[in-house]
């Protein structure tokens, strides 16, 4: 079975400072990781993918992720930190060798951003 | 949320009610997913479809029940054997069963009266 975990409910960052939001996983296979970004009362925004190749994926607005496959994380990162990115951020994982359905969700970390 | 639109965005059941929420897709994806978003919980899939005529329980199926007569298509209906309905209701869609990307509609929020 695979499983995500984000071990943080919430992260507080001052507006300019780098930002981190962690995300581990476990799968028996090689991981499709994935991160999504959800504002109030709206759908998830797809943010970034690591599929295979380079460890640090890039993505929309400035974020960028990286694969480190020793410590199955897949850890968020943006060097400079808006007001506008605070919402709430889901890490997602798929095994492609399982058969699986749908996507496994972590429960979400809150980003708050503040001025 | 391009391409796929979810419907009503407020819904509100009584006790013993069956409603339905609806799904439709412009993107000519083959999969549509549906999925509950709940407080502190993630999200949880309920169903999936990989093509027309075809779909699959998720891990919480019960209490729900969905068709694929259409490809662009995929309504949950949740029945009045769901004794917790309260949630998020979020609907989703890829290329394929086994691609890489889901796209995510705007969700459905339903209340109980």
């Known amino acids: 079975a695979q499983s995500v975990a984000q071990p943080e409910d919430q992260v507080n960052v001052a507006e300019g400072n780098p930002l981190t939001v962690k995300c581990t996983y476990s799968v028996s296979g090689n991981p499709y990781l994935f991160w999504y970004v959800q504002y109030p009362n709206r759908g998830l925004q797809f943010l970034l993918k690591y599929i295979t190749g380079d460890n640090l994926v890039k993505g929309s607005y400035g974020f960028e992720a990286e694969f480190n496959k020793s410590q199955t994380s897949f850890h968020l990162k943006k060097p400079s930190a808006l007001v506008s990115d605070s919402a709430l951020y889901f890490c997602?994982?798929?095994?492609?060798?399982?058969?699986?359905?749908?996507?496994?969700f972590g429960k979400g970390t809150h980003l708050i951003i503040q001025p | 949320d391009g391409g796929i639109t979810q419907s009503p965005k407020y819904l509100f059941r009584k006790e013993g009610q069956n409603v339905t929420l609806s799904c439709e897709q412009n993107?000519?994806?083959?999969?549509m997913y549906w999925y509950r978003q709940d407080p502190g919980q993630g999200l949880r899939l309920i169903y999936y479809s990989q093509i027309v005529n075809d779909f699959q329980k998720g891990d919480i199926a019960e209490g729900y029940s969905v068709s694929r007569e259409k490809k662009e298509s995929f309504p949950l209906t949740v029945t009045s054997a769901q004794k917790n309905p309260t949630a998020f209701y979020l609907c989703a869609s890829s290329i394929r069963q086994d691609s890489e990307t889901q796209y995510f509609g705007p969700g459905t929020r339903l209340l109980v009266l």
């Open positions: 993107l000519n994806h083959d999969a």
């Open positions: 997602a994982v798929r095994d492609p060798r399982g058969g699986a359905d749908g996507l496994t």
